[in-house]
């Protein structure tokens, strides 16, 4: 199956419930490792984010993920404000052109989104940021891009959930979280937790769809 525009900007309300839903425990994954605010930071994001597509008339897949980048950009301020706009942003622009989202198109909207995070942040794999759920997330979507797209999100949510987890043991070497040293080992990355829960309800969305 493929998601229409439409289809799109219905996913990514879905995105921002959820997001909104789990503030309570990004907040204590972000307390557990930082200043606890990332939880209150990604709930004013989805609900600008929301303001923005409930009344839009879907034009393509871009608009919907790049609608959603800028309101997160725009509304969240600091430096996840700035990343995670960076991922709709970079990631919608890279499906441009494309009637429908498809398992091809994740994989390029991924990689794009990973990419502009590096490039923006400066992380790098193992630093314990979001980058540990999206970039393995990204990699097993490049190796499904030919599935339909409901298989390629089941293989790629599973993939950033097990980047997250494996993100407890790293070491935080960004944010607040780099002057924890050892005592952040055992607790995951609050923005890696957000990447997997965005993946989890884009694939809740895609079978519920079908
Ligand atoms: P802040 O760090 O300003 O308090 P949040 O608490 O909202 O912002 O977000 C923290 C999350 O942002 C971290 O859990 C991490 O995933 C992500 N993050 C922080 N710095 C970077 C970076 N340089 N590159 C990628 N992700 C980052
Ligand atoms: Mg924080």
């Known amino acids: 199956m493929e998601l229409k525009p439409n289809q799109v900007r219905l996913m990514?309300?879905?995105v921002a419930d959820a997001i909104i839903v789990a503030e309570p425990m990004l907040s204590q994954a972000d307390r557990d490792l930082g200043d606890g605010d990332h939880g209150l930071g990604m709930?004013?994001?989805?609900?600008?984010?929301?303001?923005q597509l409930e009344p839009m008339e879907a034009a393509s897949v871009e608009q919907v993920f790049v609608a959603t980048g800028t309101?997160?950009?725009?509304?969240?301020g600091g430096a996840s404000g700035a990343l995670f706009g960076t991922v709709y942003r970079a990631g919608g622009k890279a499906v441009a052109g494309?009637?429908?989202?498809?398992?091809e198109g994740l994989a390029l909207f991924l990689q794009a989104a990973l990419e502009g995070v590096m490039k923006r942040g400066g992380a790098k794999p193992g630093d314990k940021t979001m980058i540990d759920a999206l970039a393995p997330a990204a990699e097993k979507a490049k190796e499904v891009s030919g599935l339909p797209l409901e298989e390629a999100l089941v293989a790629v949510a599973a993939a950033a959930e097990a980047g997250?987890?494996?993100s407890k043991a790293m070491?935080?070497?960004?944010g607040r979280a780099k002057t924890l040293g050892e005592a952040c080992i055992g607790f995951p990355d609050a923005g890696a937790c957000s990447v997997t829960i965005m993946l989890q309800t884009m694939l809740?969305?895609?079978k519920a769809a079908d």
């Open 204 to 206: 809740s969305f895609v």
């Open 171 to 174: 070491i935080a070497q960004f």
């Open 98 to 103: 494309r009637e429908v989202l498809d398992a």
């Open 43 to 51: 709930k004013r994001g989805m609900e600008a984010v929301k303001a």
């Open 164 to 166: 997250k987890e494996a």
């Open 12 to 14: 990514m309300l879905q």
């Open 71 to 76: 309101a997160m950009m725009t509304s969240m």
